[in-house]
């Protein structure tokens, strides 16, 4: 197993769902950031689980820096955040019944029987907490540069909300609610349609829509390591995430030439487009308007109903009934995750183009 990802600033993700702790090495971040740790504590909370809508698995993600920050800056050593597990159930889980949907039978055939199944093991979402964490700091060096990043639901089954209109706005109401709709309306909708779900002991998918807004144009590289690329490897390292588009993505298939594309116009002395049909990128390179994808989050695969399964003992079919505590929906939190994985994917590739003092400047 290599958990590690990044070229200028990387990340090492460590732990087990019901380890005594899960945790990030970040390193590459030059010395003299300073560190919001109200902020870390901020987002950390963004991600946990709150209400009926959610999972009753509640941890206190209490943080703890314990490399590469000194008298609140970074000194440009490899930056470590460890989180404890405090609260989990390992009763609830049954090594030789895999859960529909799930790592557990995939795991076991690439580990030899040797993974740690309680709670998904090291491919639980309980992993995301770190990424968060480590994602806090990106995001705030980022809004110090002047670029600021935003998530809503955009979908929850059957029911949508609006897509962003002023960004800049639209990003603060985002980043300012836990279940993150742009219309309040639609947000207390789709959550009691989520409860809805859960009473009858299944769950539901969605789609996150995310803008970034203030990437300069020029950064990224064609073909391997376009933008899109970057994101799109950063985006799918969320478990539950089964697609990501650009733009107006696959709605390009129902449009003409004449319909797709962005025509260039002067703003004063700075170039723009006049539609923002490819999301802020072109030939996998931004082009200065802001950057626009969707993420499709599919429903939690625990679900309280019987399902299929097959007994890894005995290697025959079998029943399984799951137990323990799970979400009947999971984009609401994973959004910040989103959030926090795009911040990092930028950071790395911002560093690319400028250098790291650019971070510090």
């Known amino acids: 197993m290599k958990s590690v990802i990044g070229k200028n600033i990387t990340l090492a993700l460590y732990g087990e769902s019901h380890g005594d702790a899960i945790g990030i090495v970040v390193d590459g971040l030059p010395a003299g950031i300073k560190i919001n740790t109200d902020f870390i504590a901020r987002q950390l ?11 009753q698995r509640r941890e206190g993600d209490q943080f703890t820096i314990t490399s590469g920050v000194f008298n609140g800056y970074t000194c440009g050593t490899p930056l470590h955040i460890t989180i404890p597990n405090t609260a989990h159930k390992s009763a609830d889980y049954q090594p030789n019944l895999p859960r529909p949907s799930h790592a557990d039978y995939a795991a076991h055939i690439k580990y030899n029987g040797f993974e740690d199944y309680r709670g998904g093991g090291h491919f639980s979402g309980r992993l995301t907490a770190p990424i968060v964490a480590a994602g806090a700091i990106a995001i705030d060096i980022l809004k110090n540069k002047g670029i600021t990043i935003g998530t809503h639901i955009k979908k929850c089954q059957h029911i949508t909300d609006r897509d962003f209109e002023n960004c800049a706005v639209d990003i603060a109401l985002c980043n300012s609610k836990y279940f993150a709709t742009l219309d309040e309306t639609v947000g207390k909708q789709m959550q009691q349609h989520i409860e809805t779900v859960g009473a009858d002991c299944d769950s ?15 950064v990224g590289e064609p073909y391997f390591n376009s933008v899109e690329s970057v994101l799109s490897q950063y985006l799918f390292s969320i478990g539950g995430i089964k697609g990501v588009q650009f733009g107006k993505g696959f709605g390009f298939a129902d449009c003409l030439g004449s319909e797709a594309n962005d025509a260039f116009e002067m703003c004063g002395d700075k170039v723009i487009t006049k539609t923002n049909h490819n999301g802020g990128i072109n030939g996998g390179i931004t082009n200065g308007m802001p950057l626009v994808f969707r993420v499709a989050v599919k429903p939690t695969p625990s679900i309280f109903r019987q399902q299929d399964t097959v007994d890894l003992a005995a290697m025959e079919n079998a029943k399984l009934t799951i137990t323990g505590r799970h979400d009947p929906a999971i984009f609401h939190r994973a959004r910040v995750v989103v959030d926090s994985l795009t911040a990092l994917a930028l950071l790395d590739m911002l560093v690319q183009h400028f250098g790291e003092r650019w971070l510090c400047g």
């Open 204 to 218: 539901v998918g969605g789609v996150l829509e995310t803008c970034v807004l203030g990437m300069p144009a020029g």
């Open 45 to 55: 909370d963004m991600r946990k689980p709150k209400g009926k809508i959610s999972t």
